[in-house]
Antibody, heavy 115, light 111 residues
Framework: QVQLQESGPGLVKPSGTLSLTCAVS?????????WSWVRQPPGKGLEWIGE???????NYNPSLKSRVTISVDKSKKQFSLKVSSMTAADTAVYYC????????WGQGTLVPVSS | QSALTQPASVSGSPGQSITISCTGT?????????VSWYQQHPGKAPQLMIY???KRPSGVSNRFSGSKSGNTASLTISGLQAEDEADYYC???????????FGTGTKVAVL
């Protein structure tokens, strides 16, 4: 069974950059070949951030595209998210997700944006 | 791209069947048979329950079923159980310019 685990800072300052990494275990990262990030502000619904394929090609939510970068490192079995120019509106639980149907989810990590 | 529209809450008694609707547009649900549903218990990550409108992943109870008509998708939970009390989200593919849109979410209460 594939397992995903997010890691990153517990807090980001306004105007700062969020960097999260998702470690994949229990399965082959290449077999899944489709990785995404989804976020959920406290008490609110889910928002798709973006995705990366095994080939390295990416798609991003147009509302976030100018601030988001997703990358993958297959040798380390991990993929990453960077979001720049963070504001309070970016405070959310960030989930890493694997599979074409959002099949596998990490436990999520809460990222507050505060000075 | 606007979020798909779901009722804020749906409730039912144990053993009953309930249906959650998910209304989109001809640009998403109406065009693609790529609707999925997720169950989320408080403080937990979402879990895939239905994909490609009607398919169930291995391990998901057959009490959960999906369907679609026009621009609206639906999730039906039959034989409602206490453990089904959770938030449910739909999601649809919406084309290459904005691939995925989630629903607004529905809280299911078991009375």
């Amino acid at each position: 069974q594939v397992q995903l685990q997010e890691s990153g800072p517990g807090l980001v300052k306004p105007s700062g950059t969020l960097s999260l990494t998702c470690a994949v275990s229990g399965g082959s990262i290449s077999n899944i070949n489709w990785w995404s990030w989804v976020r959920q502000p406290p008490g609110k619904g889910l928002e798709w951030i973006g995705e990366i394929y095994d080939s390295g090609s990416t798609n991003y939510n147009p509302s976030l595209k100018s601030r988001v970068t997703i990358s993958v490192d297959k040798s380390k079995k991990q993929f990453s998210l960077k979001v720049s120019s963070m504001t309070a509106a970016d405070t959310a639980v960030y989930y890493c997700v694997g599979g074409p149907n959002f099949d596998y989810w990490g436990q999520g990590t809460l990222v507050p944006v505060s000075s | 791209q606007s979020a798909l529209t779901q009722p804020a809450s749906v409730s039912g008694s144990p053993g009953q069947s309930i249906t959650i609707s998910c209304t989109g547009t001809s640009s998403d649900i109406g065009t693609y048979n790529l609707v999925s549903w997720y169950q989320q218990h408080p403080g937990k990550a979402p879990q895939l329950m239905i994909y490609e409108v009607t398919k169930r992943p291995s391990g998901v109870s057959n009490r959960f079923s999906g369907s679609k008509s026009g621009n609206t998708a639906s999730l039906t939970i039959s034989g409602l159980q206490a453990e089904d009390e959770a938030d449910y989200y739909c999601c649809s593919y919406a084309g290459s310019s904005f691939p995925y849109v989630f629903g607004t979410g529905t809280k299911v209460a078991v009375l």
